[in-house]
């Protein structure tokens, strides 16, 4: 069996993103259970000098097909625009990164091995060969930003377990 680029990193991203996306679903659940705003949990920090959940729902879109966009463009820049402030804001990334990742078409992702890509912020530049870049920083960061964000809202009293986090595990059919 051959293992591609493609499978090291498209149907993982799919995964961790749908469950991501249940996630933002608890979030909801638990805001109107105990009566709290979505902005309690949007704006929730691990620590003051973290970015809230918010942040991180939006980085693992942006650290997922963002970062295969950046691959495809030979750059990636980290995105610095708002996140969403609501939860059908945060749904939408997430469900719009999903569709883009269905899209992918295997043979063409796996072309993007050996691309020059560039990681591009301020006056750092790093060079990478696509899958370098994809395994070894865009992935790394997208499971950070997931983890962080299931830590958050842990944090803030919402009920979950591994099984949350890990979504629907691809097994033997």
Same mark, same amino acid.
């Given at each position: 069996?051959?293992?591609?680029? $493609?499978?090291? *990193? ?7 993103? #749908?469950?991501?996306?249940?996630? *933002?679903?608890?979030?909801?659940? &638990?805001?109107? @259970?105990?009566?709290?705003? @979505? ?5 929730? #920090?691990?620590?003051? !000098?973290?970015?809230?959940?918010? $942040? ?10 963002? /970062?295969? @966009?950046? *691959? ?9 625009s708002a996140w969403p402030?609501?939860?059908? /804001? ?34 750092? #530049? %790093?060079?990478?060969? /696509? ?5 070894? &920083?865009?992935?790394?960061?997208? $499971? ?5 964000? $299931?830590?958050?809202?842990?944090? @803030? ?6 099984? !949350?986090?890990?979504? %629907?595990? #691809? %097994?033997?059919?």
């Amino acid at each position: 069996m051959t293992f591609s680029l $493609y499978d090291a *990193v498209v149907p993982s991203n799919l995964q961790i993103l #749908r469950s991501v996306d249940a996630l *933002v679903d608890k979030a909801a659940a &638990f805001c109107s @259970e105990h009566g709290r705003a @979505e902005a309690d949990l949007i704006d929730a #920090r691990l620590a003051p !000098d973290m970015l809230p959940f918010g $942040y991180q729902v939006k980085s693992c879109a942006a650290h997922s097909i963002g /970062g295969i @966009e950046g *691959v495809r463009a030979g750059t990636f820049s980290p995105d610095r625009s708002a996140w969403p402030t609501d939860f059908a /804001g945060l749904h939408a990334i997430l469900q719009t990164a999903v569709a883009s990742l269905t899209a992918i078409d295997r043979a063409a992702f796996d072309t993007l091995v050996d691309s020059d890509t560039h990681f591009a912020f301020g006056e750092t #530049r %790093m060079p990478f060969t /696509g899958a370098n870049f994809l395994l070894s &920083f865009s992935q790394p960061n997208f $499971y950070f930003h997931a983890s962080i964000a $299931y830590a958050i809202l842990r944090a @803030e009293g919402v009920k979950l377990g591994k099984r !949350d986090f890990l979504g %629907m595990p #691809r %097994m033997k059919a």
